[in-house]
């Protein structure tokens, strides 16, 4: 039985927009895993949107290689791997799995690292499982008395934990926290530290620093501009106009390709409404009670909801536009979803 619901119009829809402007093979840089035996306890502190959470109670590797598959036919994805980012889960576990799945599939990986974590005991994982590249940190690690509005970066990756990156030249990938998203001067400021303080290190910011709405940009870009390493993953964002943003300031080789699978599988189309994102799914998508009062969730009836394709397409449909728009040629569509992840990651 087929993963998805794959119907004629989301063939249609990959056939004629996205086919010939994806690359025959590419990396998608930014996709979760895990099983129900890692879920440990409940998420109290809900300090990140309830909606992802509705899409997959797990996303094993093989759900997440059949998802690539139906999703991409005729295509060959790479996926850098690593767990779920969710104070629900036994990370030590969940960390484990995604590195031997990484091991068995060839494919790169991130380690989820918690704040309290030392450098001695996150260096001997690294040892262990050399598929992992890099760190990903999340909001949802910091200290539990911290209202959610008020987490800095610092407060769920360190100094310390960014200093061993530094040394050994890994990846961090950051979701940067706070309402304000990219347009907060707490966020943009300690990105640049990072970018400064920490040159040997390869920072990702990730979701377009989280710039779904155009008023979400602010000086985080302008603030930015300078930088001589840092790229962008453009994963579950579906703003056409930041992406032209980023990509004139920053240009193609800074610019990465991720899906935030298994969220983004979902069917959704992304619409902006005083300085809001909602996103629009087909009726009945989930059940009403779980979207009910979610300002981010809009039902849509049918037929209309019959135009609604999957949400990752909706992503690469914004990038394919935005890379028009500037002119880009086949090799910058090739560094975006190819060559900048290969470097980054090492995938030969």
């Known amino acids: 039985m087929a993963l998805l619901d794959v119907k004629p119009y989301d063939t249609w829809f990959y056939e004629e927009k996205l086919k010939n402007f994806l690359p025959d093979t590419f990396i998608d840089c930014h996709t979760h895993i895990w ?22 109670s797990s996303n094993s590797i093989e759900d997440l290689n059949e998802t690539s598959k139906e999703l991409y036919p005729d295509k060959k994805v790479i996926s850098v791997l690593y ?38 005991h996150i260096k001997e994982q690294f040892v262990k499982h050399p598929c992992f590249k890099g760190l990903k940190v999340y909001l949802q690690f910091a200290p539990s008395y911290l209202p959610a509005d008020e987490i800095r970066i610092y407060d769920f ?17 950051i ?28 920072l990702i910011i990730a979701h377009l620093g989280r710039a779904y709405a155009n008023e979400d940009v602010g000086e985080g870009i302008n603030f930015m501009k300078g930088t001589k390493k840092c790229v962008w993953d453009f994963t579950a964002n579906t703003n056409e106009d930041v992406m032209y943003q980023v990509l004139s300031e920053f240009g ?73 728009r500037l002119g880009l040629g086949k090799n910058d569509v090739n560094n975006i979803f190819y060559a900048n992840s290969a470097r980054i990651f090492n995938v030969k």
């Open 35 to 56: 099983i129900p035996e890692h879920i440990v306890q409940e998420d109290k502190a809900h300090r990140s949107q309830n909606w992802p959470g509705l899409v997959a």
């Open 83 to 120: 767990g779920q980012t969710s104070i629900t889960i036994d990370l030590a576990a969940n960390n484990e799995y995604t590195a031997k799945a990484a091991e068995a599939n060839g494919f790169p990986a991130l380690y989820i690292s918690h704040p309290s974590e030392s450098n001695e």
């Open 157 to 173: 990756v360190t100094p310390k934990q960014l200093e061993l990156a530094n040394e050994m030249g890994w990846v961090v990938q």
């Open 252 to 324: 193609p080789e800074r610019f990465i390709y991720g899906t935030d699978f298994p969220i983004f599988r979902m069917k959704a189309r992304r619409v902006v409404e005083n300085g809001v994102y909602i996103n629009e799914i087909p009726e009945g998508e989930f059940p009403k009670a779980s979207i009910a009062g979610d300002s981010h969730m809009r039902e849509i009836p049918y037929p209309e909801a019959e135009k609604i394709t999957f949400f990752i397409y909706e992503e690469i449909d914004s990038c394919r536009r935005a890379c028009e």
């Open 175 to 202: 979701h940067i926290p706070r309402p304000g998203r990219l347009a907060d001067p707490v966020n943009y400021v300690q990105l640049r530290e990072i970018e400064d303080n920490y040159p040997n290190l390869q």
